[in-house]
Nanobody
Framework: QVQLVESGGGLVQAGGSLRLSCAAS????????MGWFRQAPGKGRDFVSG????????WYADSVKGRFTIARDNADNTVYLQMDSLKPEDTAVYYC?????????????????WGQGTQVTVSS
């Protein structure tokens, strides 16, 4: 089991930036796919971005492409989500998730471990 702890959420004005962190512990492995998801009130949990623990490939939802950047630090077992040019529609609880196996997925049910979530609020 992998334990995930997110941090870095908060309140920011439109156009501003935030950086989310996801610290992983437990049975971590390079054979994991890491994802960031978000859930706005009354809506489902949507894929935002993903990265493997090994390699350089990254994935983004169309709604955040060009504004958000995912990165990882293998030495610290931490995955980051740099969010720039934030918009009010980015307001949501953001979750970090881990999936066994390196295959890409944007389906929440495919992920095995989840963090507790961190609130991001973007004011207009």
């Amino acid at each position: 089991q992998v334990q995930l702890v997110e941090s870095g959420g908060g309140l920011v004005q439109a156009g501003g930036s935030l950086r989310l962190s996801c610290a992983a512990s437990g049975r971590t492995s390079v054979n994991f796919f890491m994802g960031w998801f978000r859930q706005a009130p009354g809506k489902g949990r949507d894929f935002v971005s993903g990265i493997r623990w090994a390699g350089s490939m990254t994935w983004y939802a169309d709604s955040v492409k060009g504004r958000f950047t995912i990165a990882r630090d293998n030495a610290d077992n931490t995955v980051y989500l740099q969010m720039d040019s934030l918009k009010p529609e980015d307001t949501a609880v953001y979750y970090c998730a881990a999936k066994r196996g390196i295959g890409y997925s944007k389906t929440p049910a495919d992920f095995d471990s989840w963090g507790q979530g961190t609130q991001v609020t973007v004011s207009s």
